[in-house]
């Protein structure tokens, strides 16, 4: 009877799921009036990737105007949906590129290019007597990333050193992919924009600066969290950007997108490089008013938004900015009010539909306990004789959080760039990040462990022991928990060209590159959860985890989350408390900008996760009495999300 209950359940959920993704791509696709098209661009290094959005009216005699969007950096083509859905709707063209190292493209970030020197300001307000103009060594990784905003058409001061080393494609990829869309039989290649988010807006830079004074020159500019430079950094003074809008966040991460500022204010509008910008005085600069002329191209604007970093690229207030920006200059076909956005609830869609298949995925691990299989996974918790005592818990897990949270900021961006990894085999470069951090927190636990069995054993207590059928039992039942959603995944990416996330990557189904990634990083994210598990739901376990029912359950998720998630919270509220008092990002505040930066913007992803982790941890050790499955299945999605969705050498 339980079996087919489990049945029911999974499949009720799997049903749910699934009509959220119908809608959601009902949503995309504009009830009927837009098509998707996957396309590839097959290069000498490799291959690039795009979505291609298509109004079904745009054709060879009745073109379209187009828009080319650049993803940032740890996304991929997707997180430009909002934008892609509601041009689209408006009647225009719209391509969604995966940029180098993103997405399912196969050529690696490295192809970008780097140099052996940075600039610790704005391009054009360095100097090499003040030391804002240095050189730098380290690894590959490490010299990208710091020239992240020096692009391919800057003067070769910037672009190339004396090594041989150069800025190759600040375009990621963009000015092949723009050149393509202009190609396009449907498409009206005298009315085309680009925008980008982040690292996409160095990219649209370079795109307008390859297409600048040709007859495909891009007439609009969108950039979503981006930088401004001098005139004098590149070496043509024949360059033109076309009707630039700037979207600000208010709370934006990264000091880089601010002038080197810890905060946006009204201060900044009275430095050079933005009144010059806006083509105005000091006085008259001003946030939301547009400057200049769409007619001639020197349309400028500065768009305040009351956000963060990441959410910039599904705000409403920006998509609405853009959208009228876009209008003004490329005259959309299609009449739809800017404030009239359907694309936010395609994200809350897609998000039910997440929840939905991994919340079936537990009910699914309830179904196959029925079968005999099985009968070893499931066992009695331990005795609640061997629980530490009250005080000893409180030390333990008081430690557990300020030892997290305290390195999380270090070794997380010392991995990121700096660690020497051998950068061949380990090309996943937040990974780097993450199993750094996790390498210390091994070691540190596997000590901690090694003194509590001798504790034991000295105390007369008895150490529990590794329980071989039993995990064997749970790592065939998590593959196939994990198997299962990556097969309901990869389905709707068939069925619905979309993939679990909300807005930005989750679980994308991997190629070749990507899943032999998977295998490498894997063996460290086991080893994290299966001591953080051992260490927080067994070791740490209090009375509750013996009691039946919800009650029991919600008490024991709660003492388990904080012990889970409390260093990555500490460290979330020293970013933004002072963030919000106007004070600045705490890690740049407190530890300098080395340690802000892209590990603290994405503790607005890590956070949920580990919510979900520590759901699914503490049911399973609850039902089976061990911490292997839960362990098993919550570090194979990890290291899934990781080397699935984001960026690679």
Known sequence: MKKILYLILTLLLLAASTTAMYFADKIQKDEGNVELIDGTINLPEGKLTYKLYKPVNASASNKAPA?????????????????????????????????????????????????????????????VADGTFSD?????????????????FFKPYYSQDNDGNMIKDSSCGGSTA???????????????????????????????????????APKAIVLQCGELFTDDVYESKNIRFNNVLLLQAKYDEFSYFRDYKLNVTDDLLKTPLRYNFLGTTASQAAWNKTFGSFEDGSARRMELLNTNHRLTTHDLN??????????????????????????????????????????????????????????????ELPSQESMMSTGARFKGGLLTILLS?????????????????????????????????????????????????????????????????????????????????YGVNYLYTLVFDLDLRFIWPFFRPFNGLRIAQFGIYLPVFLLFYFLNNTKIMRDMRIKATYRKGI??????????????????????????????????????????STFGGPFMSILILFVPQVLFFSILCTYCYRKTGKVYVGALVAAMLACWIVTGGSSFL
């Open 178 to 216: 723009y050149e393509l869309l202009s190609k396009m039989d449907y498409v009206d290649s005298t009315r085309m924009a680009v925008s980008g988010h982040s690292m996409g807006t160095w990219s649209s830079w370079s795109v307008a600066a390859d297409f600048a004074n040709t007859a495909i």
């Open 405 to 485: 949270g305290l390195t999380f900021p270090f070794m997380t961006q010392l991995g990121h760039a700096l660690l020497p990894l051998p950068e061949n085999i380990f090309r996943m470069t937040v990974g780097n990040g993450f199993i750094s951090w996790y390498a210390l927190l091994i070691v540190i636990m596997i000590i901690s462990s090694i003194i509590r069995y001798f504790r034991n054993k000295k105390n007369h207590i008895p150490n529990e022991k590794f329980d071989f059928p039993a995990f064997v039992g749970s790592l065939i039942l998590a593959l196939l928990m994990v198997g299962f959603v």
């Open 551 to 592: 009650f029991g359950f919600l008490v024991t998720w709660l003492h388990n989350f904080i012990l889970m998630a409390g260093g990555v919270l500490l460290i979330v509220l020293l970013e933004y408390i002072p963030f919000f008092l106007g004070i600045g990002p705490g890690a740049d505040v407190c530890f300098g």
């Open 136 to 152: 730098i060594k380290g690894t590959v990784r490490y010299r990208l990333m710091m020239n992240f905003s020096n692009l391919s």
């Open 318 to 379: 920006g998509l609405r900015a853009a959208l009228e920006w876009f209008d003004s200059a490329l005259k959309l076909p299609v009449h739809i009010a800017y404030d009239q956005i359907n694309a936010k609830t395609k994200e809350y869609l897609v998000l039910g539909a997440m929840l939905g298949v991994l919340f079936a995925m537990m009910t699914f691990m309830n179904f196959l306990l029925q079968f005999y299989l099985f009968s070893d996974v499931e066992r």
């Open 67 to 127: 828009v080319l969007l650049l993803h940032g950096y740890q996304n991929d083509h997707e997180t430009c949906a909002a934008y892609a859905i509601e041009l689209a709707r408006r009647g225009a063209v719209v391509m969604c590129l995966d940029e180098y190292g993103h997405g399912s493209s196969t050529i690696g970030l490295a192809e970008r290019g780097y140099v052996n020197h940075k600039v610790s300001v704005n391009y054009g307000n360095d100097s």
